[in-house]
T-cell receptor, first 106, second 111 residues
Framework: DTAVSQTPKYLVTQMGNDKSIKCEQNLGHDTMYWYKQDSKKFLKIMFSYNNKELIINETVPNRFSPKSPDKAHLNLHINSLELGDSAVYFC?????FGPGTRLTVT | DQQVKQNSPSLSVQEGRISILNCDYTNSMFDYFLWYKKYPAEGPTFLISISSIKDKNEDGRFTVFLNKSAKHLSLHIVPSQPGDSAVYFCAAPFNTDKLIFGTGTRLQVFP
């Protein structure tokens, strides 16, 4: 039974489009996170959500917005996608990571 | 500012030998550290952790050592196996809100 799941695993889209990545956890954790692994393979925090409240927001463009419909879900919406958004995005619940979503913007 | 550093981007070790992966940190407020293992096209998986009240934590073939005065920790894998080949990240929680990751070390274990 997967603890943290993400969909889709791969996402290829054109510049300017709006896309979403879904994340679900069944661990019962209060806090979920989104991380970005860039081309240099560096993992960096983007957002964390605690009880449906955004508690941190690093220097991420406002084109990125996390949405949490309930405690088990934290979805990532990205508007007006740019080439530089191409990366692997990981959702995490506590210290447990999802499998990642490889986003490619063409 | 890179608060968690892994200065060796890669390490190659023969099967059966010891692998030692190093990590340095700058923030003396860090009191808990984690090691993650990451295979290609998969998410990082938790491997082992250590609290700052300890200087060693062992779990099977994996041992983490913490030297608080030097702000240094290391992960020892003995004996190394080909299946250990992966990227290893050290990480530290910051403000209870997020994990700060090092840049990773790619370990390759060859026969």
């Amino acid at each position: 039974d997967t603890a943290v799941s993400q969909t889709p695993k791969y996402l290829v889209t054109q510049m300017g489009n709006d896309k979403s990545i879904k994340c679900e956890q069944n661990l019962g954790h209060d806090t979920m996170y989104w991380y970005k692994q860039d081309s240099k393979k560096f993992l960096k925090i983007m957002f964390s959500y605690n009880n449906k409240e955004l508690i941190i927001n690093e220097t991420v463009p406002n084109r990125f917005s996390p949405k949490s419909p309930d405690k088990a879900h934290l979805n990532l919406h990205i508007n007006s996608l740019e080439l530089g958004d191409s990366a692997v995005y990981f959702c995490a619940s506590g210290a447990t990571f999802g499998p990642g979503t490889r986003l490619t913007v063409t | 500012d890179q608060q968690v550093k892994q200065n060796s981007p890669s390490l190659s070790v023969q099967e059966g030998r010891i692998s030692i992966l190093n990590c340095d940190y700058t923030n003396s407020m860090f009191d808990y550290f984690l090691w993650y293992k990451k295979y290609p096209a998969e998410g990082p998986t938790f491997l082992i952790s250590i609290s700052s009240i300890k200087d060693k934590n062992e779990d099977g073939r994996f041992t983490v050592f913490l030297n608080k005065s030097a702000k240094h920790l290391s992960l020892h894998i003995v004996p190394s196996q080909p299946g250990d080949s992966a990227v290893y990240f050290c990480a530290a929680p910051f403000n209870t809100d997020k994990l700060i990751f090092g840049t990773g070390t790619r370990l390759q274990v060859f026969p």
